[in-house]
């Protein structure tokens, strides 16, 4: 059996007997932090002349991170292991509804100033290989030219409860020939080890006590344009 049909039949199997709590308890130990695991990625709008205007968002949940959302939302899966569209649909509204202290994963910044980025916008969410795959738009507040310079984001959830990686290529769109986007992936090093054991013995209803401690372990995107 392929990857997809095992995942098609854990999730239908899960789906059936409202395990899924137990199954994602299962799969991790109880107290190990991050909880959610997300791989996904970053990519750039241009406008003319190089100027940055928005970026676009990439998700793709876990498989068990997956069972949990669906099952959440009392979400069952059609006889193909596939979200009918009337509840793909209820699943990308819950995606509209994002609460009031989400700090959005993606970190803009320029010249090491954080860059304002409106609210997430346009989201679209699909099921793939029985994970969920939401995409969404950040806009710039203000548009950033880009001509000549270098911008960063990186990739993070301020209380590292998401553990996020960037596994996409990011794409460059519009006005972008002389630009260039480079992944630098975060590299474990001694001086963190003891924090990252520290906040594996966290429970999921505890918050570390170390402000932002996400960024610590960011994949980040080195954006430059010539």
Excluded at 30 to 51: L, M, N, R, Y
Excluded at 104 to 110: E, N, R, V
Excluded at 145 to 170: C, Q, R, W
Aim: with cysteine; glycine share 4%.
């Amino acid at each position: 059996m392929d990857k997809k049909h095992a995942n098609e039949r854990l999730l239908l199997a899960c789906l059936s007997t409202l395990g899924c709590m137990a199954l994602s308890v299962w799969a991790a130990p109880a107290k190990a932090h991050p909880h959610v695991f997300i791989d996904g990625g970053v990519d750039f709008e241009f406008s003319e002349d190089q100027t940055l205007t928005s970026l676009k968002v990439t998700w793709l949940y876990e498989e068990f991170e997956t069972l949990y959302i669906l099952a959440s939302n009392n979400l069952s899966l059609n006889d193909a292991g596939e979200l009918d569209e009337p509840d793909r649909l209820k699943l990308e509204q819950k995606f509209s509804e994002w609460p009031e202290d989400f700090d959005g994963s993606a970190h803009l910044s320029f010249d090491g100033h954080s860059v304002p980025l409106k609210w997430p916008d346009d989201p679209r969410v699909q099921l793939i290989d029985g994970r969920i795959e939401a995409v969404f738009t950040r806009d710039l507040e203000k548009p950033m030219p880009l001509s000549g310079a270098a911008a960063e984001v990186a990739f993070y959830e301020s209380t590292y409860f998401f553990a996020f990686k960037i596994a996409n290529t990011p794409q460059l769109m519009g006005s972008s020939d002389t630009c260039v986007a480079e992944v630098i992936p975060f590299n474990p090093d001694p001086d963190n080890a003891s924090l990252l054991a520290k906040l594996a013995m966290l429970s999921r209803e505890e918050i570390p006590a170390e402000e932002n401690v996400g960024q610590l372990f960011a994949d980040r995107i080195a954006l430059r344009c010539g």
